[in-house]
């Protein structure tokens, strides 16, 4: 299978912890995005990667989120200190770029998501 | 800032059934892209179609269809003779508008439950 990978699938953890999300992007694919979605609602911009520069994060992404893709390939996306608020279906996708900055034209292709539950 | 409505929040038919997902957009660009994603109780968003607005003609996938009517700005999604694993999440989505710096990513409609039953 050669389509977005994620890891873990599901993440039961108490308040306060902190922990850590895997995304693997489709191989020739430069660009990474992520996503939060809460029950009912549509999926929610967190960050974004051109390669392994991040190029943008939403006003959604507070201090205790960080992301990484060192090597612009696999990314992480890391919750220190878990809050309630926090439980979501967490969502990475990858594009290939098609112009140079310019993301309107990329198809995004989703991973299966990471589902957190804060305790 | 631009926007997607997806005003229909939840639709049940029978099986057989067709029935139409209704999505309208806000864009301030004269040239864009519109996205139908589905989303299985599996959870994963999968790809269905990429449109430009160039293109007013009708697609048409199996028992898929879509109607783009930029006059109206709305983008529409038909399932033909639905079937119980047509069950899902369907959302409609907009890219980012050019000149917009500081937004590259998809601004998706709140989406709206399709419930086939058998």
């Known amino acids: 299978d050669t389509g977005v990978s994620q890891d873990p699938r599901h993440k039961i953890t108490k308040r306060g912890q902190n922990v850590t999300f895997r995304c693997d992007p489709i191989s020739e694919h430069n660009r990474l995005y992520w996503y939060r979605q809460t029950l009912g609602q549509g999926p929610e911009f967190l960050t974004y990667?051109?390669?392994?520069?991040?190029?943008?994060k939403s006003r959604l992404l507070s201090d205790r989120f960080s992301a990484e893709r060192p090597k612009g390939s696999f990314s992480t996306l890391e919750i220190q200190r878990t809050e309630q608020g926090d439980s979501a279906m967490y969502l990475c996708?990858?594009?290939?770029?098609?112009?140079?900055?310019?993301?309107?034209?990329?198809?995004?292709?989703f991973g299966p998501g990471t589902r957190l539950t804060v305790l | 800032a631009q926007k997607v409505t997806q005003a229909q929040t939840e639709i049940s038919v029978v099986e057989k059934e067709d029935v139409t997902l209704d999505c309208v957009y806000e864009?301030?660009?004269?040239?864009?892209?519109l996205f139908w994603y589905k989303q299985p109780p599996s959870g994963e968003l999968v790809f269905l179609i990429r449109r430009n607005s160039f293109d007013e003609q009708n697609e048409i996938s199996g028992r898929y269809s879509w109607n783009f009517q930029k006059s109206t700005s709305s983008f529409n999604f038909t399932i033909t003779a639905s079937q119980v694993v047509d069950s899902a999440v369907y959302f409609c989505a907009l890219p980012p508008q050019r000149g917009d710096t500081g937004r590259r990513a998809l601004t998706f409609g709140s989406g709206t439950r399709l419930q086939v039953q058998p």
């Open positions: 996708a990858s594009s290939l770029a098609r112009r140079t900055g310019d993301t309107s034209t990329d198809t995004q292709y």
């Open positions: 990667f051109q390669n392994e520069a991040q190029l943008e």
């Open positions: 864009t301030r660009d004269t040239t864009y892209y």
